[in-house]
């Protein structure tokens, strides 16, 4: 199996080097991840891979998608709000928390929102979908998948709902909210966390949700760093941003 590489400073950003230095990391988690499927019994292509391009350049956006990415993540609304703008034929999964008052951009530019941790930001996200419709920014056939974040530590500050509420917030989003599609769960174990522990925790919980609605949803989990355990662990979705996009550009 390749191991994970060191990550670099990234090249210029709309240059050849950053385009040779995208391609090889993208490919290099590529092979990691097929690796990471074998390794666990699992199909080729099994698991998605999203890279993430917080704090990146859009033209790294635009590389990505000719190198076949379709989907990147950005942690912050208003620079997937750009990003969707500059290149909008690749997706943009929001995987970071939400302000209330953000969710209507949100909905206008997200494919995914992966972060969704209350009732009170499910319902403000699915006025958003139906505002963008209005406006024509959004088609009225394209409802925006979310993913239920779990909390594996009950710390509020990291974000996430706590187990026992997972299925509460199923039931508003799956039976009340028309704009939205219940998609999964996501979670980021903490970093003292053994991580494929952690994750298998949150497959089970998964699973567990897939009975109570009645079809399969998806796990994401895994980064960079631990990719591999959570392939092995269950994750159908990981988050990869260093090893793919190289260290963070100072700003």
């Known amino acids: 199996m390749d191991q994970p590489h060191t990550p670099e400073a990234p090249e210029a950003p709309g ?8 391609s090889a990391n993208y490919n290099r988690v590529v092979s990691r991840l097929r690796a990471a499927e074998t390794a666990a019994g699992r199909s080729p292509g099994e698991v998605e891979l999203v890279p993430v391009t917080k704090f990146h350049h859009p033209e790294d956006v635009r590389m990505l998608l000719g190198l076949g ?21 690749i997706g943009i999964d929001i995987i ?10 949100a909905a206008r530019v997200a494919h995914r929102v992966h972060s969704v941790d209350s009732e009170k ?22 409802p925006l998948q979310v993913l239920i974040q779990y909390s594996c530590d009950g710390d509020p500050h990291r974000g996430g709902v706590t187990a026992d509420r997972l299925t509460d917030l199923a039931g508003v989003i799956d039976g009340e909210l028309d704009s939205l599609v219940l998609a999964g769960v996501m ?4 970093l003292a966390a053994e991580p494929g522990t952690v994750i298998a925790t949150a497959r089970r919980l998964t699973d567990r949700l897939a009975a ?15 990719m591999e355990q959570a392939v ?4 159908d979705l990981v988050r990869v941003g260093t090893a793919i996009m190289g260290t963070r550009p100072l700003n």
């Open 187 to 190: 979670c980021m174990p903490p």
């Open 69 to 89: 990415a379709t989907v990147v993540g950005e942690n912050r609304v208003e620079e997937a709000a750009t990003k969707h703008d500059l290149v909008p034929e």
């Open 15 to 22: 240059t050849p080097e950053r385009l040779r230095q995208l």
């Open 96 to 105: 970071g928390r939400i302000q209330t008052k953000k969710a209507h951009a």
């Open 121 to 142: 930001i499910a319902r403000a996200l699915n006025r958003g979908v139906g505002l963008a419709i209005e406006r024509g920014q959004r088609p009225a056939d394209h």
């Open 212 to 226: 109570t609605v009645g079809r399969r949803l998806i796990l994401s989990a895994g980064m960079s760093g631990d």
């Open 232 to 235: 092995a662990a269950g994750s």
